[in-house]
């Protein structure tokens, strides 16, 4: 898996050369985003596959945007590295800002998933052509505002910003704050102050940026980036006192920068009531859903309990307490585990308690992260099988160790087929796998007799059993 780095500003002709043809229409996807919100989301990305994946921070928890393919990209390889990635960190494959146009891809994807489309996330997405003429009687009111603001200030001109109005811009943050209505609020405060940052960038490329000037004095400016068919407004700021001039920036914004795109996006309104006023007022074309898939594992939707399974010979159920003794031999006993491919003592981070095994397992099936199941004969544990690293496509991966003084009497593979078949036909699975170390043939003449060999490499032999 390629490394993620976090976003820098030194990123940005990087990150634009996939933002640059992206068709997918929200604002997630463009480099302006990325950096003006990086302290909040703390963007990373890597290019795996020939597609861009970034991944975010929400709430504690990682986040991906859906993958954005350069001219090669392979977009299932992209996703398949982020599932595979999420497993080995043992973090949700959350995939969030998911494009109207991408979710029907991801429904078929996975079997189980948590589907949000959270109202206060949509963007506004407006036609340009209804923003450069503000035509028609819906938009009366605008055109008003437009003309009160023409008549009070005729010679008012709009004007591309580039890096050079370093000096305006930073007077116009001055003027701005001295008028802005929302000074006690947290939230607005922190928004103007990355906004601010940003318009540091109007010289880049990558950027389009103008404003609305009153002789000298610069009243309203806006910032914005083309991402393959839309225009996706970043920052739209004017001053309260100089009546109008809003309408007036949209539409000389438009008229300027929008006649190479279809859609003009103002993004989203914050949860923001006036702001969701203002921007359903202009009339926007669609409000654009942008998705969060939060796949689920099969054991979430099926398993409320660890069953009990029988066999010829074998009862298979939970752990208990009265296991631990037994339990503990099985899992330290490091001659028989070389072949385990696991490091239970590493794994707890911590010295080895007289519980410290038989509470990982519970945990991990409290968390529906794994079934460890005791393999018993007589009553007496024997030794465990284990499904564990859910794909939430369908697949988990299933272990089995038996003690050594039940070696050679085919507990192993009747324990095994009983938890894969388990997997295959009541948790609704359609995949089980499992390897071995290639120098264990004990364990390769187990897996061979009850799974299809997939294939190998230096160190391991693989197999599947499917439905």
């Not at 914004?253 to 996006?265: P, T």
């Not at 160790?401 to 609704?428: C, M, P, Q």
Request: one cysteine or more; proline letters at 4%.
């Amino acid at each position: 898996m390629e490394q993620f780095k976090p976003v820098t500003k030194q990123d940005g002709a990087k990150l634009r050369r996939y933002y640059e043809t992206c068709n997918y229409g929200i604002c997630e996807y463009s480099v302006g985003t990325k950096l003006m919100w990086r302290p909040v989301l703390h963007p990373a990305w890597a290019e795996i596959a020939g597609c861009l994946v970034v991944r975010n921070e929400h709430d504690g928890h990682w986040v991906f945007d859906y993958p954005v393919p350069g001219p090669e990209g392979d977009e299932d390889a992209a996703l398949d590295a982020i599932e595979a990635y999420c497993l080995e960190q043992g973090a949700a494959p959350v995939i969030s800002v998911v494009p109207e146009c991408k979710a029907a891809r991801l429904l078929a994807r996975y079997p189980y998933v948590r589907v949000s489309d959270i109202r206060t996330w949509r963007d506004y997405v407006y036609y340009r052509e209804d923003l450069q003429l503000f035509a028609g009687r819906r938009y009366s009111g605008q055109r008003n505002h437009i003309k009160k603001f023409r008549t009070q200030w005729p010679e008012a001109y709009f004007r591309p910003l580039t890096g050079k109005d370093e000096a305006v811009i930073e007077q116009f943050w001055k003027d701005y704050e001295a008028e802005f209505p929302k000074g006690d609020n947290a939230k607005a405060r922190d928004e103007l102050r990355l906004a601010r940052q940003m318009l540091k960038m109007a010289g880049k490329s990558w950027f389009r940026a103008g404003g609305m000037f009153d002789g000298e004095k610069l009243v309203a400016l806006s910032l914005a980036e083309k991402c393959g068919d839309t225009l996706i407004i970043h920052i739209e700021k004017a001053l309260y006192s100089y009546t109008g001039v809003y309408p007036t920036l949209v539409q000389e914004f438009a008229c300027a920068f929008g006649d190479d795109c279809q859609w003009i996006n103002r993004e989203d309104d914050a949860a923001d009531r006036g702001l969701r006023t203002s921007k359903l007022q202009y009339g926007p074309a669609k409000l654009a859903p942008k998705y969060c898939f939060e796949p689920q594992n099969e054991l979430l939707t099926h398993v409320r309990q660890i069953p009990e399974l029988k066999t010829e010979r074998l009862t298979l159920s939970a752990l208990t307490p009265a296991d631990i003794p037994a339990y503990n031999a099985l899992v330290l006993d490091q001659e028989r585990n070389r072949w385990w491919g696991y490091d239970d003592v590493g794994g707890l981070g911590g010295p080895v308690e007289e519980n410290s095994f038989y509470e990982v397992a519970r945990r991990d099936f409290e968390n529906r992260q794994a079934v460890n199941f005791a393999v018993r004969l007589d009553g007496k544990l024997i030794g465990e099988a284990v499904l564990y690293r859910f794909d939430c496509r369908g697949g988990a991966e299933l272990g089995c160790r038996i003690d050594s003084a039940y070696a050679g009497h085919g507990y192993g593979t009747e324990a095994f087929t009983a938890v894969a078949n388990w997997g295959l036909y009541k948790v609704h699975l359609s995949r089980v796998v499992a390897k071995c170390f290639k120098e264990n043939q004990a364990s390769y003449q187990m897996l061979s007799s009850c799974m299809r060999k997939k294939g190998e490499d230096e160190t391991f032999y693989y197999f599947e059993k499917l439905v």
